[in-house]
């Protein structure tokens, strides 16, 4: 058994509009977890960044619960542990930090176990304890991904696509929380058929696109009236901000997961002018949403392309 083993674990974006719980990509932005096997039982957390106030240094940290199932689901006991914890993903905004936790749990306790699962093993694990692949699915295998249960329902599938280097990813973070619960409880148990029918179509054309490498068209099929629509509303300023970042030049514009964060992509060279692209985006996003009174960060994260790491 390995007596110190590190993951660390992108932030992820989910649903990218239309995908409604089975689309998701990966950012450059991470969460690091560090195990250290103690010489005799017993469990000490620490942790810096976010979260650092409020989550839990006990038996009831969600990366020490997905640790024990883990555990459990493979027949064998932890050792003692001391988890040191870095996040810099924000929690509850919309960017994939508790399915972050439940991989870095997966994948930390395969390694120190030497359970020798695959990412396709711990994607169908962590499927399950999240409920949805969207978010998990990215942070396991990095880029984009599509995946979700076969018709038995019982197993994931998936297929993973990356974006051209070119695209480039900007997000606004509010300061304030939605939590996932919260922001589902919006949503209608029924849609109008029209509005499945729009979705669909959304979809199909955004993985035709990234099939062949086409950008300019997933962007622009990135819609949605699944969720967006009943969930924007719980945000003051999205929809300026929205109408903003794609004036600015975004090629389309999202909310990430279940909010309050957005999503922007654009396509830029590198040249002068897809840098003052980029600055532009950023600057409407701040600007708009500061003058609907909401506090924000923006940043831009461009897309990772592997997943989580393992360093032991
Ligand atoms: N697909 C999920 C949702 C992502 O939109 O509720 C958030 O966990």
Do not use: W
Request: charged fraction near 15%; glycine fraction near 8%.
């Amino acid at each position: 058994m390995p007596r110190r083993v590190k993951v660390r674990v992108p932030a992820t974006s989910a649903n990218m509009g239309p995908g409604f719980d089975c689309l998701g990509m990966s950012l450059c932005l991470y969460n690091e977890v560090t195990a250290e096997v103690l010489d005799g039982p017993g469990l000490e957390i620490q942790i810096t960044g976010q979260g650092a106030q409020s989550l839990p240094r006990n038996a009831h940290n969600l990366l020490y619960q997905t640790m024990e199932s883990f555990s459990k689901s493979v027949g064998k006991q932890l050792p003692g542990l001391r988890l040191t914890l870095h996040n810099d993903i924000p929690s509850t905004r919309g960017l994939g930090s508790s399915a972050t936790t439940i991989v870095a749990g997966l994948a930390i306790a395969n390694e120190l176990l030497s359970t020798g699962k695959t990412r396709d093993d711990l994607l169908q694990m962590a499927t399950e304890m999240e409920g949805h692949s969207d978010n998990v699915a990215p942070a396991i295998l990095g880029g984009i991904v599509i995946a979700g249960y076969d018709p038995t329902g019982n197993q994931v599938l998936f297929k993973r696509f990356t974006l051209p280097k070119s695209v480039h990813a900007i997000v606004a973070i509010p300061t304030f929380e939605v939590s996932t619960d919260q922001s589902r409880a919006a949503l209608p148990d029924v849609i109008p058929r029209l509005d499945a029918v729009f979705n669909v179509c959304q979809v199909g054309m955004m993985m035709a696109a990234l099939a062949t490498g086409d950008f300019l068209t997933f962007a622009q099929f990135a819609n949605d009236r699944l969720h967006e629509p009943y969930r924007l509303p719980l945000m003051p300023g999205a929809d300026g901000a929205i109408a903003a970042a794609r004036s600015a030049g975004a090629n389309c514009v999202t909310l990430s997961g279940s909010g309050p964060t957005l999503l922007a992509l654009c396509e830029s060279d590198g040249d002068v002018t897809g840098r003052d692209r980029i600055d532009s985006i950023m600057s409407a996003f701040h600007s708009s949403l500061t003058t609907a009174s909401m506090s924000v960060q923006v940043l831009q994260l461009d897309p990772d392309l592997t997943g989580f790491v393992i360093e032991s």
